[in-house]
């Protein structure tokens, strides 16, 4: 007798952590799918980062502060130019005939990959449609300075 009381009690047990195991498996596939919907490229969440508060969400930049990022000669033009935009910072450039107040500061923290996306995000936001940048020539940039 009281074998079978322990005999119920281990499989009553089991199948509890099993209703547990079984609730909690479809709970993490719906948060995955969620997170996948709203997921953003890592070049863009870099820019809302770091580059967002000058240059504006939809590129546009503030009149007479910060240059805007559509279709610049900066941007779409020499790739080694831009990348060391990033890297160094800017100021006192004219840009497509307008002068700017606020200087770029030199954002050397990121890391290449970072850099790679967020250029290549940039290049392909806001009406611009100009090739990617990889981590790779931004390495080379870096090293050549
Ligand atoms: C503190 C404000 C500020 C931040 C933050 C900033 N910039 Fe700038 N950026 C400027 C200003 C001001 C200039 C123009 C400098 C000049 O007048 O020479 C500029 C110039 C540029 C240019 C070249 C001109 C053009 O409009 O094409 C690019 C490209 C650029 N920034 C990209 C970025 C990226 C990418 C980031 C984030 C990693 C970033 N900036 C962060 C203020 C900022």
Not at 85 to 93: D, H, I, M, R, W
Not at 125 to 140: D, L, P, R
């Amino acid at each position: 007798m009281k074998f079978l009381k322990l005999a119920v009690t281990l499989l009553f047990c089991l199948s509890l952590s099993g209703t547990f195991a079984q609730t909690k498996k479809p709970a993490n596939k719906a948060s995955s799918k969620t997170s996948a919907v709203v997921a953003k490229s890592s070049g863009q969440v870099v820019y809302e980062q770091n580059c967002l508060t000058c240059h504006q969400t939809n590129g546009s930049g503030v009149p007479n502060l910060n240059p805007p990022l559509r279709a610049t000669d900066w941007i779409l033009g020499d790739k080694t130019r831009l990348i060391n935009v990033v890297l160094k910072g800017l100021q006192g450039k004219e840009i497509e005939g307008d002068m700017y107040d606020n200087a770029m500061p030199a954002h050397d923290f990121l890391t290449d990959e970072q850099i790679a996306d967020v250029l290549s995000y940039i290049r392909s936001s806001f009406g611009n449609k100009a090739s990617a940048i990889t981590a790779e020539e931004v390495k080379t940039t870096r090293s050549a300075n």
